[in-house]
């Protein structure tokens, strides 16, 4: 039986809340992870299968944390979903430059979040 996947949260609460809500049917195991540091640390000993992220969390610019884990060879492949709670032009180009695949504007869809998530597990 293969394993379920692994997806890495570091998100606020509210939205950790909402991002659970709209994955309560996946198969997978979500780990919340309280700040950027804690988040890079674990990730380079045991890459999980998605990353699903925010700007705003402690320690650690969500985009920064991105840009760590893209460039280190441990972690370079592991998708990352970016969640942006205003999303402009120029915040969505921010979230592809640190290396995001994805993003979704909060409050997203649940639909079509999850559709985002489908994606990049079945990579």
Known sequence: MPKAPTIYLSLSESVASKVEEALGNFKCRLILIPDGEKLIEISRKDPPDLIII??????LDGYAVVLLLKNDPKTAEVPV???????????????????????VCYPFEKEEFQNLVKKHLAR
Do not use: F, M, N, V
């Open 54 to 59: 925010e700007k705003e969390i402690p320690k």
């Open 81 to 103: 979903i970016g969640i942006c709670k205003c999303l402009t032009d120029a915040e969505a180009e921010k979230a592809r430059d640190a290396g995001c695949d994805d993003y």
